[in-house]
């Protein structure tokens, strides 16, 4: 390995560019509201009366209907956390809370824990997804879930979802759910035609699918909305905290920290993402296969990150050796709700074959050391025909422009990919052991 890393420490003093990136969007804005006591938020104050009308008296006919009994001398509910990845995701994370509860009577803001992290007349919590908030709303990969256990007590669909600013009168799609002892929780911005097939009246345990998030209403971008009610009608903030005026104890099962660090994902891709005006969705470029002299970007997109917390960045080789291709300590500047950094760099002509690592090792103040990896592949030279008889023990990705043939047999452990334009053939004989791994790929050397 000496001659390929004295290779790679001239490749990064003569050819490689790294660049970090800050991003942050806003979730909800309501400029002008200045008007604090009553609480106002950015739904509109007549909006809000209407739904508060609307939920007093389909609470009054369910009653009358035997499909409301709510207790209102039981405990108040413990809440779960209200989304969740849709099947087919799995991403490390996907959201980050962007606004909290206004807890100042005045034209200032001060969320539950004495800080800042809300706008004036706030009434809820605002959880927008991350990153490319509009790819993963066009995608319906986050799925808004009862927080508790109750009854469907007001719905509104039908409205437009790609909002893009504040305005008076807009309306939303949401769900409205009463628990058992009378607490309200309102879920709101959600996707036109997403909303639950059940109706006013019918019943939700705790974690089932109510909508996908969206941006209907007042809103600058995909998020949820979560306003919570106590059976009286008072306000409640489910956040526990020093500053939390409304309550005095936390309605969550497991209350996350206020910093609630963390990495939504980790890419490779072969250029920097694009950033279009809203409600475009952002071009990716996401890649896992490169031949050597290959372009590649890294990028880390964190939520919550803060001064106090540094990240690792490394690329390891398929030996596990830590590449000079990429290898930094990262430290934000101070707090950001969602943080994105890139890297660019050129894959070294001579670089090894096989399967990479794209790590990340985040030491946090909220959780300690969090580590996150992705596995990018350095293919095998395009060949036209590949023809496999011998064992297969070691991690590669084959490229054959036209046909791949195998009775190979793949070693325990051992994480083969095939990619070919036209025909991939797996002859008798061909065995993929305990723990091995076969991906089929038709992209062939493109």
């Given at each position: 390995?000496?001659?390929?890393?004295?290779?790679?420490?001239?490749?990064?003093?003569?050819?490689?560019?790294?660049?970090?990136?800050?991003?942050?969007?806003?979730?909800?804005?309501?400029?002008?509201?200045?008007?604090?006591?009553?609480?106002?938020?950015?739904?509109?104050?007549?909006?809000?009366?209407?739904?508060?009308?609307?939920?007093?008296?389909?609470?009054?006919?369910?009653?009358?209907?035997?499909?409301?009994?709510?207790?209102?001398?039981?405990?108040?509910?413990?809440?779960?956390?209200?989304?969740?990845?849709?099947?087919?995701f799995n991403y490390p994370g996907f959201f980050a809370i962007s606004n909290y509860v206004d807890h100042d009577a005045t034209t200032n803001?001060?969320?539950?824990?004495?800080?800042?992290?809300?706008?004036?007349?706030?009434?809820?919590?605002?959880?927008?997804?991350?990153?490319?908030?509009?790819?993963?709303?066009?995608?319906?990969?986050?799925?808004?879930?009862?927080?508790?256990?109750?009854?469907?007590?007001?719905?509104?669909?039908?409205?437009?979802?790609?909002?893009?600013?504040?305005?008076?009168?807009?309306?939303?799609?949401?769900?409205?759910?009463?628990?058992?002892?009378?607490?309200?929780?309102?879920?709101?911005?959600?996707?036109?035609?997403?909303?639950?097939?059940?109706?006013?009246?019918?019943?939700?345990?705790?974690?089932?699918?109510?909508?996908?998030?969206?941006?209907?209403?007042?809103?600058?971008?995909?998020?949820?909305?979560?306003?919570?009610?106590?059976?009286?009608?008072?306000?409640?903030?489910?956040?526990?905290?020093?500053?939390?005026?409304?309550?005095?104890?936390?309605?969550?099962?497991?209350?996350?920290?206020?910093?609630?660090?963390?990495?939504?994902?980790?890419?490779?891709?072969?250029?920097?993402?694009?950033?279009?005006?809203?409600?475009?969705?952002?071009?990716?470029?996401?890649?896992?296969?490169?031949?050597?002299?290959?372009?590649?970007?890294?990028?880390?997109?964190?939520?919550n990150d803060i001064a106090a917390n540094s990240s690792q960045i490394t690329a390891f080789e398929p030996d596990g050796d830590t590449s000079?291709?990429?290898?930094?300590?990262?430290?934000?500047?101070?707090?950001?709700?969602?943080?994105?950094?890139?890297?660019?760099?050129?894959?070294?002509?001579?670089?090894?074959?096989?399967?990479?690592?794209?790590?990340?090792?985040?030491?946090?103040?909220?959780?300690?050391?969090?580590?996150?990896?992705?596995?990018?592949?350095?293919?095998?030279?395009?060949?036209?025909?590949?023809?496999?008889?011998?064992?297969?023990?070691?991690?590669?990705?084959?490229?054959?422009?036209?046909?791949?043939?195998?009775?190979?047999?793949?070693?325990?452990?051992?994480?083969?990919?095939?990619?070919?334009?036209?025909?991939?053939?797996?002859?008798?004989?061909?065995?993929?052991?305990?723990?091995?791994?076969?991906?089929?790929?038709?992209?062939?050397?493109n």
């Open positions: 390995m000496t001659n390929l890393f004295s290779h790679l420490i001239l490749l990064i003093l003569f050819q490689f560019t790294s660049t970090s990136f800050f991003a942050q969007e806003a979730s909800e804005y309501c400029p002008g509201k200045l008007s604090h006591p009553p609480h106002q938020d950015c739904i509109p104050a007549e909006l809000s009366a209407m739904f508060k009308k609307q939920i007093a008296e389909n609470r009054d006919a369910l009653i009358r209907s035997g499909k409301l009994k709510s207790n209102r001398n039981a405990l108040p509910p413990m809440f779960i956390w209200p989304m969740r990845q849709a099947d087919g803001v001060q969320d539950y824990n004495c800080g800042s992290r809300t706008y004036d007349g706030h009434d809820g919590t605002d959880i927008r997804i991350a990153p490319f908030r509009w790819n993963k709303m066009a995608n319906g990969e986050v799925e808004i879930v009862a927080a508790a256990d109750g009854v469907i007590i007001n719905k509104a669909d039908g409205n437009f979802d790609q909002s893009c600013a504040w305005g008076s009168g807009i309306p939303w799609n949401a769900v409205f759910v009463e628990h058992t002892d009378g607490t309200v929780t309102w879920y709101g911005h959600m996707k036109n035609g997403s909303t639950t097939t059940k109706d006013t009246g019918d019943t939700v345990a705790a974690g089932e699918y109510l909508g996908l998030v969206g941006s209907s209403g007042n809103s600058t971008g995909p998020h949820l909305h979560l306003e919570v009610y106590d059976p009286l009608g008072n306000l409640i903030d489910p956040f526990q905290g020093t500053c939390n005026s409304l309550n005095s104890d936390t309605w969550w099962l497991n209350q996350s920290p206020y910093f609630d660090s963390g990495v939504n994902r980790l890419i490779t891709a072969t250029q920097q993402w694009t950033s279009p005006p809203c409600p475009q969705q952002s071009q990716i470029f996401e890649r896992e296969d490169y031949d050597q002299g290959d372009p590649i970007t890294f990028s880390v997109h964190f939520r000079s291709i990429l290898n930094v300590l990262y430290q934000a500047g101070g707090f950001s709700t969602n943080n994105s950094i890139f890297y660019n760099r050129t894959i070294p002509d001579d670089a090894e074959q096989g399967k990479w690592i794209f790590e990340v090792v985040y030491n946090t103040t909220s959780y300690g050391v969090l580590i996150y990896q992705e596995e990018f592949w350095v293919a095998e030279d395009c060949q036209t025909n590949i023809v496999h008889e011998d064992p297969l023990s070691i991690d590669a990705y084959y490229q054959a422009s036209n046909t791949i043939t195998s009775s190979s047999v793949i070693s325990n452990n051992t994480h083969i990919v095939y990619d070919a334009e036209n025909i991939i053939t797996l002859l008798p004989g061909f065995r993929a052991l305990v723990s091995s791994k076969l991906e089929i790929k038709t992209a062939g050397c």
